[in-house]
């Protein structure tokens, strides 16, 4: 069970339900990167961020920033932030919960971050 009191924070994964979805968008539940500050995501509701995935084909994607890797069924997988894919969702009416207290290294977000201005140019 979820501490009550828990609300995502900037760097850290998350698991949350990206359905219902349109397209080439990711759907079910995935791991999520916080962008987003815990103060804004408290207040609001809401979280921005970057899903994940495990697909083998964003091995060669110039989008995904490859941040570690996942056992999934006794296979080793490489795990990718999709930084082409930036959502808002509410966290707390899609049931978010903390992926084991994890979080990205300052480095890897930080690379994430650059990959994303690229396409969004701040």
Known sequence: MVNPLWVPDRQQLIWIDCSPQVGQEMKNVHPFLVLSPNEFNHKTSLVLGLPMTTAAYNQDNPFAVEVGSVVKQGITKASYVLCH????????QRKASPYEGRQVSDEVFKQVLKQLNQIIQL
């Open 85 to 92: 894919q930036p959502k808002s969702f509410d966290w707390r």
